[in-house]
T-cell receptor, first 110, second 114 residues
């Protein structure tokens, strides 16, 4: 039973364009949502988060949108850069636990 | 701060052997988590500790898996006996505990069981 789903295994985007990564969840008790970025041979690193009481959080080129009624969140990267190529994990917090999705591989082509 | 330190980085072992993965959390962090990453299931939580006490081990796949945290600066994840399907990348992460939003992950241990 996967409570956090990332339905797109991979995404390819041209440099300078927008990257949109999507995530769906099923548990209404999640109180925070996070995005992590992972490069090969490294651990995931925290990118951006959003509280369940917010609908948008922005940090530089990264914006996370939360639609609670649809149980959906998305990460927008504008403009995309080749260095953004990585695996992006969506995560949701319940209590002291983070539940992760399976990840989306983002490739930004120059 | 050196971050979360895991060892070894890579481990290749034969089926049936015992494997021990090690983790040193960030000093001052009260919670420690063990995750496993596979292609099919992404990052799965195996077990987590709060103040060195195991709180939730519902993600541990079988009795072959065990984890300990004898003190605030060290944790182990043991697989005995190991099987080829245990091959994965195992991550350790730590956080400041309840109320803390995110975790800091180590670089992981890539385990291959042949």
């Amino acid at each position: 039973d996967q409570q956090v789903k990332q339905n797109s295994p991979s995404l390819s985007v041209q440099e300078g364009r927008i990257s949109i990564l999507n995530c769906d969840y099923t548990n209404s008790m999640f109180d925070y949502f996070l995005w992590y970025k992972k490069y090969p041979a490294e651990g995931p690193t925290f990118l951006i988060s959003i509280s369940s009481i917010k609908d948008k959080n922005e940090d530089g080129r990264f914006t996370v949108f939360l639609n609670k009624s649809a149980k959906h969140l998305s990460l927008h990267i504008v403009p995309s850069q080749p260095g953004d190529s990585a695996v992006y994990f969506c995560a949701a917090r319940y209590g002291n636990k983070l539940v992760f999705g399976a990840g989306t591989i983002l490739r930004v082509k120059s | 701060d050196a971050g979360v330190i895991q060892s070894p980085r890579h481990e290749v072992t034969e089926m049936g052997q015992e494997v021990t993965l090690r983790c040193k959390p960030i000093s001052g962090h009260n919670s420690l988590f063990w995750y496993r990453q596979t292609m099919m299931r992404g990052l799965e939580l195996l077990i987590y500790f709060n103040n060195n006490v195991p709180i939730d081990d519902s993600g541990m796949p079988e009795d072959r898996f065990s984890a300990k945290m004898p003190n605030a600066s060290f944790s182990t994840l043991k697989i005995q006996p190991s099987e080829p399907r245990d091959s994965a990348v195992y991550f350790c992460a730590s956080s400041l505990g309840q109320g803390s939003v995110g975790y800091t992950f180590g670089s992981g241990t890539r385990l291959t069981v042949v």
